[in-house]
């Protein structure tokens, strides 16, 4: 199985991905994602220019191989343009080769650990009454665990909440990023309250869960999850931004409140302390983001020895190559938690068509041979890129803040 050509391809159905396809001596496709949200061109071009060059003529089986060429191989090390260059490697020949073996590439993985993978949605309102509502509407939709984001009394475009113009979509297609302001206090000040009236309008069996998007202190982030504690969520996410692993120590001494971290990581390296001191509770990591499967599963192994499970990222930008490869990852390692589900754009779909269903509350990979995704050259065409950011963060005296 000798790779013949690798091609990237950048394209727009509703959102911005790029999108590895590696062909082999067979004519065998394998897929990798390898969007990064807001710098999907510096990927491309990494990508084109410095990796598909050294993968024609290699042997396609080679997974754990090419993986160590490319971290190893390139000298400068880590960082999410080059993992996620190498995730799109790494998922792709996982993809060749169980399309080759003619299995799911859960079965490569160690086979099905469950039956399916609980999988939380993103509710989300500007005041109670639209929060309930979108509450509602995701329990409709058969989620079983929910994630809350909520509007702030002062606070005019807040991170997670949808307004009727605009979808949940953070990245906004601009030439140039769009500003948010921030205020902490006023934040910290609102958000017990929100819990407490979700708590009382749904009951105590939701799983709840809160992203706080790395914009505290942590001083702010212990009171946070203190308070928080009589509404028993299922995690507080990012509570700081955590490239200082050691502040987590203080969190942890302070709340019982679960905690989850690392979306924005890209290496084992990034979780050291906080899983080998058991300061979170939930790895975020993505497929796409931190190396593919093959760095993903180490970091989940490393992370089952503290009791630490999987939690994965799974928004919009993660393309259905990248959820796809989530899903088999999280049917076969033990220490599964929950999955992150957004539903994609329609228009998604006419490029990307996934296996991967979801029933009940629960994803599943499918049965087909590989990823299970297959993707529509020809459609892709018709989306072409459209420059999108994520919004820049200030607060009240212009100062740029965490967003
Ligand atoms: O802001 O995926 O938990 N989910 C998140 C996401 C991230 C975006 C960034 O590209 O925090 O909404
Ligand atoms: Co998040």
């Not at 792709?92 to 609980?118: C, E, K, N, V």
């Not at 509770?281 to 020895?305: N, P």
């Not at 796809?324 to 992150?340: C, K, P, S, T």
Request: charged share 20%; net charge negative.
């Amino acid at each position: 199985m000798i790779i013949r050509s690798a091609e990237v391809v950048v394209t727009s159905p509703g959102r911005n991905f790029v999108t590895l396809l590696v062909t082999t001596d067979e004519g065998l496709v394998g897929l990798g994602d390898a969007t990064l949200n807001g710098r999907e061109l510096a990927v491309a071009a990494y990508l084109r220019e410095h990796v598909v060059p050294l993968l024609i003529g290699r042997d396609a089986h080679a997974i754990e191989d090419t993986w160590q060429l490319l971290y190893r191989g390139a000298y400068w090390r880590r960082g999410p343009v080059t993992m996620s260059a190498i995730a799109a490697v790494d998922v792709a020949l996982w993809d060749l080769l169980a399309q080759r073996a003619g299995l799911p590439l859960y079965q490569l993985l160690g086979g099905a650990s469950r039956t399916g993978l609980l999988a939380y949605g993103h509710a989300g309102g500007r005041d109670l009454p639209e929060l309930f509502d979108s509450v509602r509407a995701h329990q409709d939709q058969g989620f079983r665990a929910i994630r809350v984001q909520t509007g702030v009394p002062g606070i005019d475009s807040l991170y997670g909440v949808a307004t009727p113009e605009t979808a949940y979509e953070p990245a906004r297609r601009s030439p140039l990023p769009v500003e948010e302001r921030w205020d902490t206090s006023a934040y910290l000040r609102h958000l017990p309250g929100v819990f407490e009236a979700v708590r009382h309008e749904f009951g105590p069996e939701l799983p709840l869960l809160h992203d706080a998007h790395h914009r505290l202190t942590p001083i702010q982030a212990a009171r946070l999850g203190r308070d928080l504690e009589p509404y028993d969520l299922f995690w507080l996410e990012d509570c700081t931004p955590a490239e200082n692993q050691e502040a987590l120590r203080l969190v942890r001494a302070h709340t019982v409140t679960p905690l989850a971290i690392g979306e924005v990581f890209n290496s084992v390296h990034d979780y050291r302390t906080l899983l080998g001191e058991q300061l979170i509770d939930f790895v975020r990591s993505s497929v796409t983001h931190a190396g593919g499967l093959t760095a993903l599963r180490r970091i989940l192994d490393l992370a089952a020895l503290h009791q630490i499970k999987s939690g994965l990222h799974g928004p919009t930008d993660i393309s259905p190559v990248g959820m796809a490869a989530a899903l088999h990852l999280g049917l076969a390692v033990h220490n599964f938690g929950i999955q992150e589900y957004m539903p994609h754009a329609p228009a998604t779909g006419e490029v990307f068509r996934p296996a991967f269903r979801f029933a009940d509350g629960l994803l599943h990979p499918g049965e087909e041979p590989g990823l299970g995704v297959t993707f529509d050259r020809a459609a892709a065409e018709r989306f072409p890129y459209q420059a999108a950011y994520l919004p820049v963060n200030r607060l009240g005296d212009g100062t740029v803040h965490d967003w």
